[in-house]
Every structure is written in C-alpha cells, then in structure tokens.
C-alpha cells in the first residue's frame, strides 16, 4: 500500500505480518476507520458477525485449528464486554 498511512493501515500491516487473513467483526460507529482500511487493503477478509461473542469464537477458530492467529474486532462500550466474554471463554 503507497502513500501516507493512517493508525489502521498500520495495524493491517503488523496484522498481515503475523498472518491474520480474516477480520470477524460487529460493524460499528468505532470501527468505521478500520473498515474503511480494510475496504482499500485486498489482503484482508471482513467477515460481519451479529454480536461479539460470536466475533470472538468465529476467530479463535481457524486459529485453533491451523495453529494461527485469529482477529476479531469490536465497538467500545457494552461490546468491549461482550467481545472480552467470548475471548476469555476460549482461555478456559
């Protein structure tokens, strides 16, 4: 990607370095400047989920299963939460 580069097109760069290929996510007014970079990066599959949790399970698992990593992404507030519920859960 030329040119100058904001916040998130730097976090795709390190996310495509450590071999991130698919975002899952709940679209939000938060991540409109992640999704916006994602839109103009062809490196990157954005996969909308209905809630964070299920952002959260849907990435651990093609990590789980290819010994990868996995992304998820969610809004502030009550999603934060919710994200942090599924991901913890994984921890178990």
């Known amino acids: 990607m030329a040119g100058k ?7 795709l ?6 071999g991130a290929r698919q975002i899952f996510g709940v679209t939000g007014h938060a991540l409109n400047p992640l999704l ?4 103009r990066d062809d490196r990157f599959e954005w996969i ?3 809630h964070e949790e299920n952002a959260a399970y849907a990435a651990y698992s093609p990590a789980a299963l290819s010994g990868g990593i996995g ?3 969610g ?6 939460l ?3 519920n599924g991901l913890c859960f994984q921890q178990s």
């Open 82 to 84: 919710h994200l942090t």
């Open 5 to 11: 580069k904001n916040v998130c097109d730097v976090l």
């Open 48 to 50: 909308a989920v209905g």
């Open 36 to 39: 916006e970079a994602i839109g």
């Open 75 to 80: 809004t502030f507030g009550p999603g934060a």
């Open 71 to 73: 992304f998820c992404a």
């Open 13 to 18: 760069d390190n996310l495509h370095a450590a």
